[in-house]
């Protein structure tokens, strides 16, 4: 009887346990750099909450864009919208499933410590970086959209070929707020929850005026997706009043 009851025990255990297996998921989820800082922090309290874990593959959205295009997928994708619309017309985001979750702007930084350039008008913002001894942004050939944007602010600015001698770029996918770090460069300019997420680094401000542009970061869900409702939940976490106090407090503006 003993025995008896100790294997009804072990099955109802075995049973409980492959229940809460089959519950729980893995959700894979290919994020842009640019919202890093406020995902991972909240990615934990999705897990806590759902009992699924977020695997997330972290680039910038223009590479993840690459990938995707070129036949990798994951449950789902948190992307600048542009990403998100190219995507949308491939079939590769499942009809009505994209939410705008937040935006930011380009930024300015120095190493921590350092003085602060004046970037307060355009006119300021050009000779600070006329002044500088070496810049740092994003390799517009990588594709990343702050890159992309700032190598033509340049040549709008007049000072393209002026900057080509002393412009850094970071590795593909990396930060240009590294460079401050190893003493490769005196600014950097990028994303600004990209800076803000690299320690050791002072953000001075965002491009002046009508030089700076305004990223926005959505999410979307594959078409064939196995975890749909997990992507689901995460996305409606992402745009809860607890997450819109993360992205502020990592320099994204939320939706």
Do not use: C
């Not at 985001?93 to 921590?112: D, Q």
């Amino acid at each position: 009887m003993i025995r008896l009851i100790g294997r009804v025990a072990a099955i109802a255990t075995m049973v409980i346990a492959q229940a809460s297996f089959a519950h729980s998921a893995d959700l894979t989820v290919f994020s842009t750099i640019g919202v890093q800082g406020a995902v991972e922090q909240l990615i934990p309290q999705f897990e806590k909450a759902s009992g699924d874990k977020g695997v997330v593959t972290w680039a910038t959205a223009a590479m993840l864009v690459k990938r995707i295009e070129g036949g990798e997928a994951a449950d789902m994708y948190i992307l600048t919208r542009s990403g998100i619309d190219a995507l949308a017309k491939e079939g590769k985001v499942a009809p009505g499933s994209e939410v705008t979750l937040a935006s930011s702007g380009i930024a300015v930084a120095v190493k921590a410590g350092a003085p602060k350039p004046d970037i307060s008008t355009p006119e300021a913002f050009k000779q600070t970086l006329l002044n500088a001894k070496a810049i740092a942004y994003s390799d517009p050939a990588a594709g990343g959209a702050s890159g992309v944007y700032f190598a033509k602010l340049l040549d709008r600015m007049g000072i393209a070929d002026q900057m080509k001698a002393k412009t850094r770029f970071p590795p593909p996918g990396g930060n240009s707020a590294n460079l401050l770090l190893t003493g490769e460069a005196e600014l950097a300019v990028q994303q600004k929850p990209e800076i803000m997420y690299v320690q050791g680094v002072d953000v001075v401000g965002l491009l002046p005026g009508d030089l700076n542009s305004v990223t926005v970061f959505t999410a979307g869900i594959a078409p064939d997706s196995k975890n749909a409702d997990a992507a689901k939940a995460l996305i409606k976490m992402l745009q809860s009043p607890e997450a819109a106090a993360v992205f502020r407090a990592k320099g994204l503006d939320p939706n």
